[in-house]
Structures are given as C-alpha cells and as structure tokens.
C-alpha cells in the first residue's frame, strides 16, 4: 500500500513539473484582446493605432515589429521572445512624445480606448522600454528606409490577469529615400548602405560590402575601370535606397557592360588578379554621367539639397557618436 501512494505522488509530481514545463514564458488569457491598424508612415517609422478590448489596456501594451521577409521566413509566424530580428515596445507610463497634441497622457488604456504610436520614432519616448531588432540598435530603433514591416501587439497583464492574446499582424512599409548622395558618403556611411543592395554585382563579379569599401579606396591610377565603379557603386547605392532611376538606368546598364567586358577579372584591390583595366577615355561617358546623377545634376536632385530627404535624428546620432 504505502509503495502504492509512493508510486502514485511521484506521478503527480512528475506530471506537475511537465505542467510546469510546458506554461509559455508569458501566459495568455484574461485581458481582452485590443485592434490593431496602421496609418501614416514615414522613412524611417510607422504609426500604429491601438484600440483595447472591452477590458482596456490598465497595464499598458506591447508592440511587436519584424520586417515582413522575416516574417514569411518564419512561416508567417513571429519569433519566441527576445529573438534579435524582432523589435518590441513595452507601453507601461507617461508619453512625453505620442501624445497626440496632449490627447494622451498615458499609455494605460480604458476601455475601447484607442491610441496611435509611432513605431521607429521611440528613441527619446518616456514611459516605453523598447528593444529593438539588432540591425536597427545603431539608429535607437529606427526602421529601415523603403522596407515592408509586419506588427502586432498584446494588453500587458496585471497582478490579476494575464496579458491578452496577440491581435492581428498588419502590414505596413517605410517610404523610400527619393534623392541621391555621392560616391564619398557611401564610402564614408557604410551603415547606411541598405542591405538589398548586398552583396553587388559589378560587371560579372559579385562584391561584398568590405570589398565594395575597398574599391572606393583605390586610387584610379589611370585606370577606367575604378573610376567608373566608383560611380556606378554610389549610383546603385542610390538606387537601392528608392532614388528614382529613369534618368540614370541606361548609363548604369552601359556601365555595367563595359564592366562584363574583363570577363573574370575583378576591380582592384579584390582578389590577387589579374585585374580588370579599362582607359578613361572609353568610360569618361558613363563616369561622367553617373557622376552628375550621383551628385543630383540630373535625376531628383542631391539628398542635401531636399530637405525632405534629410537624415533622420537616428541616424545622424549613429553616424556622429
């Protein structure tokens, strides 16, 4: 008998620690499960409005964010906590930014009550503890220019309810940056490079980003074939980065043929030769006229010269720190 019961609280204690085992970090129940939308958007940030079920927000609320390739990546599915490729904003006191022209004064939520956010625009937010996806650490959360963005979010839970259920993902996605920069910014910024320029295919060869940076730095020496490529890696920067490309895409396509022709051969410094080598007479065309696109002659003009296509906060603090 007593082996029995022996026997029998060990299978309630080892069903207990399987139990315990299999409760997520965060459990779901009590809190009503609020909306979700998005709304207007910018560079580098999103607003998101937030409405609270019939049980409001009092704790506040979380936002989730990850670009939408990851997302798919996932299998439309989000990322457990803390997975560096997904950002999270913890809402809990007083805004001193998102209010909304002094509507809100804070982030807990009544009942039904709707707030709009701006995801990307929370550097210098009170009342949120954010943690950003580890590409956009560097800019204090900003998002990327030109990208598509999913997002969701849950009423955090209280001392007596757990948080809600997790909305609906949304989708929504940054502007693009319709202005161009020169050759010596991107060879002086590499951390505004946008990452679906990389790795870049000159001529025939594929370059990674280091190697691009070390074809910036190579003295022309006569050699054609670097100047153009100085032009033509700055053009497709600018580009990739959502600069209109109708007035340049033709000189970007000759340069890219007069490239092809080394075959094999890489640009200087790359690799240990031999090298591609063209005459500046044969490329000067092309140069010049990636050159005068890159610098806004032609095309939609220079990002210096457009205050709208300014350098976010962000990103000037990460480029000077």
């Known amino acids: 008998m007593t082996a029995r019961y022996a026997s029998a609280l060990v299978a309630v204690a080892?069903?207990?620690?399987?139990?315990?085992?299999?409760v997520p970090a965060r459990a779901q129940g009590d809190m009503d499960t609020p909306d979700i939308g998005s709304a207007a958007n910018g560079i580098a940030r999103t607003s998101v409005t937030l409405t609270a079920g019939p049980s409001g927000a009092p704790a506040g609320f979380t936002v989730w964010w990850m670009k939408e390739s990851d997302y798919i990546a996932n299998g439309n599915s989000w990322f457990l906590y803390g997975d560096p490729r997904q950002g999270e904003a913890y809402f809990w006191g007083t805004p001193s930014l998102n209010t909304n022209g002094g509507q809100y004064t804070t982030f807990t939520l009544a009942p039904n009550q709707s707030i709009t956010v701006q995801i990307g625009d929370l550097a210098d937010e009170s009342g949120v503890t954010v943690t950003s996806p580890s590409a956009d650490a560097s800019t204090g959360a900003e998002l990327e220019?030109?990208?598509?963005?999913?997002?969701c979010a849950f009423a955090n839970g209280t001392v007596q309810t757990y948080q809600s259920g997790l909305?609906?993902?949304?989708?929504?996605?940054?502007?693009?940056?319709?202005?161009?920069?020169?050759?010596?910014?991107?060879?002086?910024?590499?951390?505004?490079?946008?990452?679906?320029?990389?790795?870049m295919t000159l001529g025939n060869n594929s370059y990674t980003q280091s190697e691009l940076l070390a074809i910036l730095g190579q003295p022309v020496q006569g050699n054609g074939s670097i100047s153009l490529a100085h032009q033509l890696i700055a053009?497709?920067?600018?580009?990739?980065?959502?600069?209109?490309?109708?007035?340049?895409?033709?000189?970007?396509?000759?340069?890219?043929?007069?490239?092809?022709?080394c075959g094999s051969n890489k640009l200087k410094p790359v690799g240990a030769g031999p090298y591609c080598s063209l005459t500046t007479s044969s490329t000067d065309s092309n140069t010049n006229a990636l050159d005068n696109f890159n610098n806004g002659v032609t095309g939609p003009g220079h990002c210096g010269d457009t205050p709208a296509a300014t350098s976010t906060w962000g990103r000037l603090k990460a480029i000077y720190r």
């Open 167 to 199: 909305t609906l993902t949304v989708q929504s996605a940054t502007q693009l940056v319709n202005c161009t920069f020169t050759q010596g910014y991107w060879k002086t910024h590499p951390s505004a490079w946008p990452a679906s320029c990389l790795p």
């Open 235 to 261: 053009a497709k920067l600018n580009v990739c980065q959502g600069a209109a490309s109708n007035a340049i895409a033709s000189a970007i396509a000759s340069a890219q043929a007069q490239l092809a022709a």
């Open 145 to 151: 220019y030109g990208t598509s963005y999913v997002f």
């Open 14 to 22: 080892t069903l207990g620690a399987a139990l315990a085992f299999a």
